[in-house]
């Protein structure tokens, strides 16, 4: 496994394995309601030690089994997740509270990444809840804290009142949307790219073009498109509930693209 050197020294893989579907069905998360680890487990057993869950996903609880019963220490794994601002801001008491109900459900007590999952319209209530990720962080308590669909406007209201500057930026970046400006932003700010859903948005037309480039090195379309973000510094978490789709998401690092392969994803 390849790692990127985040901006306060600790490294994270190159790739997780994303958690936002584990047993989704309409709204209710079977396998968070059941207590079924199965992806989990077969992600561990694939060599996955980077995963990527939130609290929104309503499935903390089910990877922090997954983890516990692994036999493999706690100190092995990358655990990213993030506080739930999709329904906006409710306050410190309200941030502290969700923050330690992650950590119980995590079974843990430090986690590696934690994010803001959204910006709000209400930059002086963004600040507020960065310093209290600020505090976690300076406790030991998180790693590293970051942000998660953050743009450049975004980045710049919070840059400009942070003691800690974000480790990463977790962002779309898949074919048709490659988020080039930003991550060139993000690089200048010593922020770190992750892509969320780095498989999403292939229609049939780019998957024939992404099949041919991978026939040369006897990889999959999904391979190229991995290897294609990770060439770039991208930070990739793709998800399965299939163990060997799982296993191919990892089995990137054994080829590399040309110029010419690259010329023709950016242009998908």
């Known amino acids: 496994m390849e790692t990127i050197t985040l901006n306060n020294g600790i490294e994270i893989p ?8 584990y047993g989704k069905e309409g709204n209710e998360y079977r396998g968070a309601l059941r207590g079924d680890t199965q ?7 694939n060599g996955y030690r980077h995963f990527d869950t939130a ?18 220490p706690r100190e092995e794994f990358f655990i990213t997740t993030k506080l739930n601002t999709f329904e906006g801001y409710a306050g410190a008491d309200w941030a502290h509270i969700e923050i330690e109900k992650s950590l119980e459900k995590l ?9 803001l999952h959204n910006p ?25 804290i970051g942000v998660s669909n953050f743009k450049e406007e975004h980045l710049d209201a919070l840059l400009d009142g942070a003691a800690v500057r974000p480790a990463v930026n977790q962002i779309k970046s898949q074919v048709g949307t490659w988020n080039e400006a930003l991550i060139e932003y993000n690089t200048k700010n010593d922020i770190a790219t992750v892509a969320w859903s780095p498989l999403g948005g292939i229609d049939e037309q780019a998957k024939q073009t992404l099949e041919e480039i991978g026939k040369q090195y006897g990889k999959t379309f999904a391979q190229v498109v991995l290897r ?21 998401s990892l089995a990137i690092f054994d080829f590399a693209l040309t110029e010419n392969d690259r010329e023709r994803i ?3």
Do not use: C
């Not at 079974?107 to 994010?115: A, E, G, V």
């Not at 294609?228 to 191919?248: F, G, M």
């Open 228 to 248: 294609y973000n990770i060439e770039r510094n991208v930070i990739v978490i793709p998800k399965s509930h299939n163990k060997e789709r799982q296993a191919q």
């Open 120 to 144: 709000w319209d209400n930059p002086a209530e963004m600040l507020e809840a960065w310093r209290i990720l600020e505090d976690y962080y300076n406790r030991g308590v998180f790693k590293e």
């Open 14 to 21: 190159i790739i997780g394995s994303g958690t936002n579907t």
């Open 266 to 268: 950016s242009r998908l």
């Open 55 to 72: 609290q929104v996903y309503n499935n903390e609880e089910v990877l922090g089994q997954g983890i516990a019963k692994s036999s493999i």
């Open 39 to 45: 992806e989990v487990d077969w992600a561990i057993e």
């Open 107 to 115: 079974q843990t007590d430090t986690i590696d990444l934690f994010l």
